[in-house]
């Protein structure tokens, strides 16, 4: 790849990762905006009991896009360039992410089974979406920089998986104390999952240094 290409490269991959940037504010932002307080209220406490619900899924939603903004910062810091394909394929994450506040809004005013299920296969498809944007970078499109094959399938199954059975969980939990057993055994599951990987390819990188010197 010539210097013209690579700054061509730069700059797409740049103004990608500014734009998913601006769609994560606005949707993290959209979650206050619906908020509105009750018309008639006696004291803070039954205006947070009123409320509660609401301040709930709210909580729970801002906890979601900024999880999905550190895992978008992540993938999106590991790769070279961009190109149409992943345009694409971001935009589906973004248009998916944009749809939080309306579910949102949709788990507070109709607290069912089925709202949550919408809700949280919501949640689920932008992890799924946000998996393929991860395998075709590193895999098919050939986008990110050096990483060991074992570290990408383990980033692709987690980024698949972990965001919908994490918010399943914690939803799970807020009628259910014993849900944040199995919560805390899945969180660390994916922590040391990530750790492990992370130092075996760190072991093969320099193993591999140590047989070229």
């Known amino acids: 790849m010539s210097n013209t290409e690579h700054e061509a490269a730069d700059r797409h991959l740049h103004r990608l ?3 998913s940037d601006a769609v994560f504010a606005i949707a993290i932002t ?5 908020i509105h307080p009750p018309e008639h209220w006696h004291g803070v406490a039954d205006l947070f009991g009123q409320m509660g ?17 550190i895992s978008h910062r992540r993938i999106f810091a590991r790769l070279r360039g ?3 394909v992943l345009d694409v394929l971001n935009l589906v994450v973004l248009g998916l992410v944009a749809l939080l506040p309306l579910t949102t809004e949709l788990l507070w005013e109709h607290a069912s089974g089925e709202a949550t299920l919408v809700y949280v296969g919501l949640v689920a498809a932008i992890g799924v979406a946000m998996s393929v944007v991860w395998g075709y970078a590193a895999f098919a ?5 050096r990483v060991h094959r074992g570290e990408a399938l383990f ?19 807020l009628n259910h104390i014993w849900g944040l057993i199995p919560l805390a055994l899945a969180i660390a599951a ?14 093969r990188i320099d193993d591999a240094e140590e047989a070229a010197a």
């Open 17 to 19: 990762v500014l734009f």
């Open 53 to 69: 619900h609401k301040l709930w899924a709210y909580a729970v939603s801002f906890a979601v896009i900024g999880v999905y903004w």
């Open 155 to 173: 980033t692709l199954a987690r980024t698949a998986v972990a965001p919908g059975l994490m918010c399943g969980l914690i939803l799970f939990s």
């Open 30 to 34: 959209l979650l206050a905006i619906e």
């Open 82 to 84: 961009a190109n149409g």
């Open 190 to 203: 994916f922590v040391a999952g990530g750790r492990f990987m992370r130092r075996r390819a760190a072991a």
């Open 141 to 145: 499109g050939e986008l990110a920089g």
